[in-house]
């Protein structure tokens, strides 16, 4: 496993200073976009923000940039990982946090993209979905900023 | 020591300043809760503003866009700005001079201008932006000027947590924030950090 630590790709990482706040910038700026548009069709399906009939176009409009900015999100990611793969695997809070990514992945492309793209969607089942959907979403967050504040 | 210096430092040694600011579990939540609203509701300003530009949400009418997501940008910049004032006014002592910070209040205070500028024009005049033949340039030029100052306010906002502080101005620093400062990622920071301060 201490290859991992001190694989080059790591070591060239390293050697500047700017590499990981930047890198930090864009999962910032990016999960800002690909989580937000993905709220905003959450919102819809709550009954609040464009009317939950509205969900199906929403969800046309904004998944080109939702699909876009999750690739910058992981691609930038990847890159904090890499700089210290193992101090990563062994924080807690970062095995929270994947294990949500999966979740919340898995669950927008499947259930919420049927729900959210279907007509006629019944307020229970939209308020459920969209619900499931935020808290999925906030946990990915919350578990990444954690993993500054738990003690590996 | 400045009357900005004496406030920060009076601000900081409150009782819930230290309590917050000393908290292993109220503090990362407010600053997951304020880093999860640009999530949430940073898309919604984001999304008004690629409506403004027309590269999205083209079937919906741009009242619609701003109208309907007003109510949800609200709550949103209400909590995200109280949580701000958590996290900044509990460590004042170490964010006045901080220049991250100092640029980041910057943009904040131009977003607020930007707003006074373009509100009567643009964001409540929605109806006229939505009968024109096409999208007028001071609504493309509003929001992507709004995309630019909240980008920057994000970016300036992460950057905080680097600054290494101005030991060597001769202005003392208190017992910093460990998790703040020297985050287990940061190790050439750690280094430095161990350097200034052996104890």
Redesign the interface.
Known sequence: MLFLQANPVAQAL?SA?WV??TA??FH??G???S??????VD?SLLG????RK?AP??LR??AP?TLTALTIVILAGLV?FL??PL?YLR?DSFRFKIIALIFAIAFNYTIHRKVASSENISPPLGILVGSVS?IL??SV??GG?????VT? | MNSIAAFSQWLSERDWAMDFAGSAQVYPIVLATHLACIAVFGGLILLTNLRLLGWTLKSFSISDVIGRFRIWKRIGFVIMVTCGLLLAGSEANKYYYNPYFLVKLTLLVLIGVHGLVFRPSVYLNTQELDRAPVIPPRAKLAAGLSLALWIGVVSMGRMIGYYEGPSELGIPLGPVKQSLYVQPQDRSLCAIWTERFPD
């Open positions: 390293n200073e990981f706040p930090e910038i910032i700026v999960f800002g976009i989580i937000g548009t993905i709220a905003a919102f609040g923000g464009l009317r509205a176009r929403l409009d904004t940039w904090l700089t210290m101090d924080n935020l979403w906030v967050v919350a900023l954690f993993i500054a504040f590996a």
